[in-house]
């Protein structure tokens, strides 16, 4: 309950000290009753620390008998007693044992409300409520007051010493802590200006890595196109030729023809004697410059069992007339 001393502080002690001494005097000498008549209490209101709260003349007392119901229901702990006597000014008179008090100018009286704590301090455990204390009472409380407002000069001195201790800690903390967080700022906006450098380093490597791709498949396209055009030409220019030689051959032909390619094909089989399921093979290569079919002869030799490569062993070339079928063995003019 120290804490709630010092909360309060001097001046209000000091000014409650003064109303307890005039109304105590006015009730020793029975003087005259003041015209304006209001019940007031001592406390602390908006930082004002001579402020006088207006009451009713038995509030006080109605807030006695609110803490008494929660002593008989065991809910009177502290913060409940702080919190119903708010604004109320109040001494401490033993180890668990507090006084509030109030001034009660309508029936020239001195009210106390006397609060006893259990032993754990925790919860209250007796309310006693004096509406007209006597002199001796009053007498008393002063002097507890007077000796109270002794201790809390000290304390509020001490207090105020500790506070200004705290005070240039707190500054010297908060500067610490400004200079931390001012290097932890500079260290991460060296870190960022460090990976922008290196993301712009690699955005322009990407950059150039790219055009250059893109000049070496637009010179693998122009190597193309120009090899496409190149094979167009040759194409173009061996089918004009094809078409010259068809139209040579053509003037060349007789009018009409009387043996097939096939035929041509046959007749070199019978006049060589190769049978069907001979191993040579007899097939239609090409015409000659006259027209005639040349028959190749061959037979087909392999190299290599396991990989199947072969060559062409050639018996010989024979050229066939397509008008009557003659033929005539040309395998020296190496076809």
């Not at 020793?28 to 209001?38: G, L």
């Not at 919190?83 to 309508?106: K, L, W």
């Not at 207090?159 to 260290?187: G, I, N, S, T, V």
């Not at 089989?269 to 093979?281: F, V």
Request: charged share 35%; aromatic share 6%.
């Amino acid at each position: 309950m120290k804490m709630l001393k010092v909360a309060f502080g001097i001046p209000l002690l000091a000014v409650l000290l003064a109303g307890c001494s005039d109304e105590s005097s006015e009730t020793v000498s029975q003087k005259e009753e003041s015209a304006e008549k209001s019940t007031a209490v001592h406390t602390k209101e908006n930082g004002n620390k001579t402020a006088v709260k207006e009451s009713s003349p038995n509030t006080l007392q109605t807030k006695a008998s609110t803490i008494k119901k929660a002593v008989n229901s065991k809910e009177a702990d502290r913060d409940y007693l702080l919190n119903v006597m708010n604004g109320y000014q109040y001494i401490q008179v033993g180890d668990n044992q507090y006084i509030y008090y109030g001034i009660n100018q309508e029936q020239n009286v001195f009210c106390m409300m006397e609060v006893n704590f259990d032993a754990s301090g925790d919860y209250v455990e007796n309310i006693n409520f004096v509406d007209n204390a006597s002199e001796e009472q009053i007498a008393l409380l002063q002097n507890q007051i007077q000796e109270q407002q002794k201790q809390l000069s000290d304390l509020e001195q001490q207090q105020m010493e500790k506070e200004l201790d705290d005070y240039y800690a707190q500054l010297e903390e908060d500067r610490q802590k400004e200079e931390e967080a001012q290097a932890k700022a500079d260290a991460e906006a060296e870190a960022q200006a460090e990976a922008d450098r290196k993301a712009e380093e690699e955005r322009l490597a990407e950059e150039e890595k790219k055009q250059q791709e893109e000049e070496e498949a637009q010179a693998k396209a122009d190597e193309e196109e120009a090899q496409a055009d190149s094979e167009d030409e040759a194409q173009t220019e061996s089918e004009s030729e094809q078409e010259e030689d068809t139209e040579t051959l053509e003037e060349e032909e007789p009018a009409e023809q009387t043996v097939s390619q096939e035929q041509a094909i046959q007749l070199v089989r019978d006049q060589q004697g190769i049978s069907e399921d001979s191993p040579l093979l007899v097939e239609y290569d090409h015409l000659d410059d006259s027209g005639n079919y040349i028959i190749h002869v061959y037979e087909s030799v392999v190299d290599n069992e396991e990989t199947g490569e072969e060559h062409t062993a050639t018996q010989g070339w024979y050229q066939v007339s397509p008008s009557d079928g003659s033929i005539t063995d040309v395998t020296v003019d190496g076809y």
